[in-house]
């Protein structure tokens, strides 16, 4: 079961899609260590998830102070999971869904948006990290000192020009790398 873990939203329990095949949830232990680790980042931020499954890390961003957040999957029942937890978190107002692939999504926001927080969690097994992470960079679409989350079941941190890594950790099968995009000197 999953829930949001704090914030306005606290102890709502989220809809997900059955199986793992199309999503993998992040477990309860990865995203409430994920959450420590960025929890004084949040609070007015815009938010961008790019493979959103049942969109919990988003909506839980948004529970602790985010002030909008895009979420994307590529698979239409995903969506509409999304907005079903998004509803019941009573968040809705907040959220924009996209039902399409992360390159559209990038491609669609270069020129015109910039987010403060993105997170990559996509199937491991696709390894889309480390192309999403280029395609981020290209597109030009993070703001200064931006904060990127890699999840993934890759045992080393994932790199990307223009940015640095805050933290690598893992948590069982599971490695999250944070990054942050260079040009803020009060983080360097």
């Known amino acids: 079961m999953m829930r949001i873990i704090t914030g306005s939203a ?17 477990t309860e232990r990865v995203k409430e ?3 420590s680790m960025i929890q004084f980042d949040l609070e007015g931020r815009k938010v961008l998830d ?3 499954g049942s969109g919990q890390l988003a909506l839980e961003a948004l529970s602790r102070g985010a002030a909008s957040a895009v979420l994307s999957d590529i698979d239409r029942d995903a969506c509409e999971i ?6 019941k978190t009573k968040l809705y107002e907040k959220t924009r869904v996209l039902n399409t692939d992360y390159k559209a999504v990038i491609r669609g926001f270069q020129g015109r948006e910039k ?3 993105v997170f990559l969690d996509p199937p491991y097994a696709a390894n889309l990290v480390e192309d999403a992470l280029a395609r981020l960079i290209r597109a030009d679409i993070l703001a200064e000192g931006a904060i990127v989350i890699c999840e993934s079941d ?3 941190p994932f790199e990307a020009e223009g940015m640095y890594v805050k933290r690598f950790a893992r948590y069982s099968k599971s490695y999250l790398t944070v990054l942050v995009k260079k040009g803020d000197e009060a983080d360097e």
Do not use: H, M, Y
Request: proline content about 3%; hydrophobic content about 45%; cysteine-free.
């Open 33 to 35: 260590a994920l959450f």
């Open 115 to 117: 987010f403060d927080i």
């Open 10 to 26: 606290r102890s709502v329990k989220l809809l997900t899609l059955e199986g793992d095949e199309v999503t993998r949830p992040t």
């Open 50 to 52: 790019l493979f959103a």
């Open 82 to 87: 999304i907005k079903k937890n998004a509803q």
């Open 154 to 156: 890759k045992d080393t």
